[in-house]
C-alpha cells in the first residue's frame, strides 16, 4: 500500500535534503522487492524500510511535521536507524543495482558467420 503513496512521500523526499538521495535508494529497493526483481533481502530489512515509510507519511510523529526543522528530525532519524541497521543490506543492493545497469548499458555482441567458422 505503500507504493501507491509515491506522490506523497516524493514531496516529502525534497523536504528532507540531503538525505533524499538515501530515502530514494530505499524506496527503489521496496519498489524492486514488490516487483520480484530483487529478493535477496531479509523480510526483517523490508519490515523496516515499510515501517519508515508509514513513520514518514503519517500524520501522527513523536514531533509533528509542521513544526519547522524539528518536525523532520524524528522521520530522519527513523530512516538513520535503518540506514545504520542494515548497512550491509543496502551495500548488496548498491551491488546489485550497479551490476543491473552495467548489464543492460552493455551492447549486444553480433558474431557474424564468419566469426563463427
Given amino acids: 500500500?505503500?507504493?501507491?503513496?509515491?506522490?506523497?512521500?516524493?514531496?516529502?523526499?525534497?523536504?528532507?535534503?540531503?538525505?533524499?538521495?538515501?530515502?530514494?535508494?530505499?524506496?527503489?529497493?521496496?519498489?524492486?522487492?514488490?516487483?520480484?526483481?530483487?529478493?535477496?533481502?531479509?523480510?526483517?530489512?523490508?519490515?523496516?524500510?515499510?515501517?519508515?515509510?508509514?513513520?514518514?507519511?503519517?500524520?501522527?510523529?513523536?514531533?509533528?511535521?509542521?513544526?519547522?526543522v524539528l518536525g523532520l528530525t524524528d522521520d530522519i532519524s527513523v530512516f538513520g536507524l535503518v540506514l545504520a541497521g542494515f548497512g550491509a543490506e543496502i551495500d548488496a543492493y548498491k551491488a546489485w543495482r550497479e551490476a543491473k545497469n552495467a548489464l543492460s548499458m552493455t551492447p549486444a555482441i553480433e558474431v557474424t558467420k564468419e566469426e563463427e567458422k
Wanted: proline share 6%; charged share 20%.
Fill in 1 to 68: 500500500k505503500i507504493i501507491g503513496k509515491e506522490g506523497k512521500v516524493f514531496a516529502l523526499f525534497q523536504k528532507l535534503g540531503s538525505h533524499a538521495q538515501d530515502f530514494k535508494l530505499l524506496w527503489d529497493l521496496l519498489k524492486d522487492y514488490k516487483s520480484g526483481e530483487y529478493s535477496a533481502v531479509p523480510w526483517k530489512f523490508i519490515a523496516a524500510i515499510v515501517f519508515a515509510f508509514l513513520y514518514l507519511v503519517s500524520p501522527i510523529d513523536a514531533i509533528p511535521d509542521f513544526i519547522p
